[in-house]
């Protein structure tokens, strides 16, 4: 298997014991999972791989998602969020406006 150009990490709240409970649960954050793959597909972007994770402690920003190799760390994700996320992705930019810093 070829490494992915890009690899998404969503959070969503897993806890290393018991079922998600953590903010980014709350706020539906696994749920955009399927938007982020449906927007990838849309986008032609195939060589992009996601992974959820367990919290990554901004919660009070969440749900939130990082790209690698980038770095990019981004917060306060909902539809329209991650459509532009991904809209930077495919056009090799950032998205600023939902950048966490
Ligand atoms: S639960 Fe997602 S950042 Fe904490």
Redesign the pocket.
Known sequence: MEKPAHHLLV?A?FRVQGAPQ????RKD?TSLLQYVQEGLNDRGLSDVMISTTG?????DR???MIVYPEGHWYGNLNEDAIDQILDALAEGRVAEKFLLT
């Open positions: 959070c709240s953590g903010v980014c649960h954050a919290c990554m402690k901004v919660c969440g749900p939130a």
